[in-house]
């Protein structure tokens, strides 16, 4: 049997551009929240690694229409001191749906951080005010990259800020995306007058709060993704119109859903949890 095909980090950060993903994601997208069966993907398995403070979950995705079967294996660590060895590591599998013949094996953790932004980047073209002119982005590691880059790409906002946990991360980041950017000592001057928000950071408690966000403001909640983990305080969280992949996934995974306690009749299915 034919050996699969290897895609190297190189490689998918060469092919996998934004202008392309990001109409295919939306499609996607579309076609998972139809509830027509069109995309089968179950809640991924996550498995605790206690030991070592991490995660490994498990993410088979199968569409029929598209002939494609395929699983993302990816580990990710909470961890306190800098690491050369990036915090989130992903391989995506991909099968050859008639027999389950293993076709290639690529890396994911590419594909995760820009498949992570561009959802964001959708759901912020529907979500956001109609005059955007403040993005503000709160974390500083791979994500806040992805999410600054592609978030420049598709808008024109005015201004970019950013806040992170320590020096050394913001300057990396202001390093790598190597664009305009306001480097903020605290989340409320980061957030205060932000029109679209962010959260990227790895935070268990909460660290944006409900009385520094503008009226109407769009935030994406992407780092709160264990149930015991929050990055939006509960006064934000009741007080805002929540928009999900899935239900199933939000009440299992997105602490700031479980934790504060919101599951009612404004929970719709668009974007990511
Ligand atoms: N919803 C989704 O589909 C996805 C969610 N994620 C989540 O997004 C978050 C960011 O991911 P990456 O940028 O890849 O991670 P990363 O490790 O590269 O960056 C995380 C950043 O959060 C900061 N941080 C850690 N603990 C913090 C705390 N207590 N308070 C404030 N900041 C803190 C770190 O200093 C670092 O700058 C993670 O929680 C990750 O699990 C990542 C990929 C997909
Ligand atoms: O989808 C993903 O790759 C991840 N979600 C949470 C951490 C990594």
Redesign the pocket.
């Given at each position: 049997m034919a050996m699969p095909v290897l895609i190297s980090a190189e490689t998918v950060e060469k092919l996998l551009r934004y202008g392309e993903l990001v109409p295919r994601l939306e499609v996607a997208l579309g076609k998972f929240s139809s509830g027509k069966g069109e995309i089968v993907q179950p809640v991924?398995s996550v498995l605790a690694i206690e030991k070592y403070n991490g995660?490994l979950?498990v993410?088979p995705a199968y569409s029929a229409h598209d002939d494609v079967l395929a699983t993302?294996i990816?580990a990710?660590y909470q961890r306190d001191q800098p690491s050369s060895i990036p915090a989130?590591q992903?391989s995506v599998l991909l099968f050859d749906p008639e027999h389950g013949t293993l076709k290639a094996v690529m890396d994911?953790t590419v594909i995760?951080e820009k498949?992570?932004a561009a959802v964001s980047a959708i759901a912020t073209k529907f979500l956001k005010p109609v005059q955007a002119d403040v993005l503000c982005i709160l974390g500083s590691g791979a994500q806040a990259v992805s999410h600054y880059k592609i978030f420049t790409e598709m808008f024109s906002f005015k201004e970019v800020r950013v806040w992170g946990r320590t020096k050394e991360n913001v300057d990396r980041f202001a390093r790598t995306v190597r664009g305009p950017v306001r480097v903020c000592s605290s989340v409320k001057e980061a957030v205060l007058g932000a029109d679209v928000i962010v959260t990227v950071t790895m935070a268990t408690e909460p660290v944006l709060f409900a009385e520094w966000v503008k009226p109407g403001a769009h935030i994406n909640a992407v780092g709160a993704?264990?149930p015991d983990w929050r990055e939006l305080d509960d006064t934000l969280m009741k007080s805002a119109v929540l928009y999900v992949d899935t239900r199933e996934g939000a009440m299992k995974?997105s602490g700031d859903v479980i934790l504060s306690g919101v599951f009612g009749p404004y929970f719709c299915s668009l974007s990511q949890s």
């Open positions: 991924r995660y979950g993410m993302k990816v990710f989130h992903a994911g995760t498949r992570t993704c264990r995974e």
